[in-house]
């Protein structure tokens, strides 16, 4: 990772989902990336909108932005992915990480898809390993594996930037859970050390912002901040400790209220299901989740 180059990073943020996504612009070029974008779902009515992709869509056209990536974190639990309908508008890849094919092979049996659902990933157009590089423009992005919350989680470092996904909340929000089929609090511990050996002086951006103790939203910390601050894992807490405070913490959380779309959506790379004649349609497995 090169610290000299400096991305613009500009933020949206869902009031509905508490997600922050963002439009990450090369310095030297008019090449962008998204990253963790939404789609609007209204369980009460089954409706879909579209106004936080509009938004991303109508700044990168207004800026005549060329959209090289679509990157989805992790296969989130709690908003749709909008990655495909930007695609449709602005093309770009959509990429994530490998352990994707262990979500659908898992959800794809709970949500009993059949044979026809693919398992392998082929939905995205890029499954990154740990390690990978990929280019928006003139920029370099490195890509980490970052398991524990879910097994796709990865950390994206570009420039002077990381971006997190839910692996860390702001300093004052701690971490994501890791009870998920999938999660590991051990895992989720030792992937945090990965992110807080990284230069304290870089950027740090998160996905989801609850705004504890009445605070302002804030999305952007920085990995000395959060090294030192952190209130799951800063100042030196143990994996051990961590561990029984996550696994504690855990059994205290409701399920994430749009976690059934979402799965299904978002292991798709943000396609909809659909039921035999064509028609979009969800499935709510009893007892299963």
């Known amino acids: ?26 310095p030297t070029s008019n090449h962008c990336a998204i990253v963790d974008s939404v789609l609007e779902f209204d369980y009460a009515s089954g409706r879909l909108t579209y106004e936080n992709a ?7 056209q207004s800026r005549e932005l060329q959209l090289d990536w679509i990157i989805e974190t992790h296969v989130h639990a709690d ?25 659908q092979d898992t959800f794809g049996k709970i949500f009993n898809e059949g044979t026809e659902f693919q398992r392998d990933g082929s939905q995205f157009d890029a499954l990154f390993k740990d390690g990978d590089t990929y280019a928006i423009g003139d920029m370099t992005a490195s890509v980490m594996s970052a398991p524990g919350h879910t097994p796709a989680c990865m950390i994206h470092a570009i420039g002077d930037a990381v971006f997190a996904g839910d692996t860390l909340f702001m300093p004052d929000g701690g971490s994501a859970r890791a009870d998920f089929p999938g999660g590991d609090a051990g ?3 030792d992937s945090i050390q990965k992110i807080l050996s990284l230069p304290d002086e870089m950027r740090l951006f998160i996905c ?27 100042g030196g807490k143990t994996r051990e400790e961590f561990i029984q405070f996550r696994t504690e913490r855990d059994a205290q959380l409701a399920v994430p209220k749009l976690i059934i779309p979402s799965l299904q959506v978002n292991m798709r790379a943000g396609l909809l299901p659909r039921d035999e004649s064509g028609s979009p349609m969800f499935k709510v497995p009893v007892n299963k989740l």
């Open 1 to 26: 990772m090169n610290l000299a180059v400096k991305p613009e990073v500009e933020g949206f943020f869902d009031k509905a989902s508490n997600t922050i996504s963002y439009i990450v612009k090369c």
């Open 54 to 60: 509009d938004n991303l869509i109508s700044e990168i």
């Open 79 to 103: 908003h749709l992915s909008a990655a495909p309908y930007i695609q449709e508008k602005l093309g770009g890849k959509i990429g994530v990480g490998e352990g994707i094919t262990e979500i």
């Open 187 to 189: 895992q989720l511990y």
């Open 208 to 234: 989801h912002d609850y705004g504890p103790g009445g605070r302002e939203i804030a999305w952007q910390t920085t990995i000395g901040e959060q090294r030192q601050n952190n209130i799951h894992v800063g």
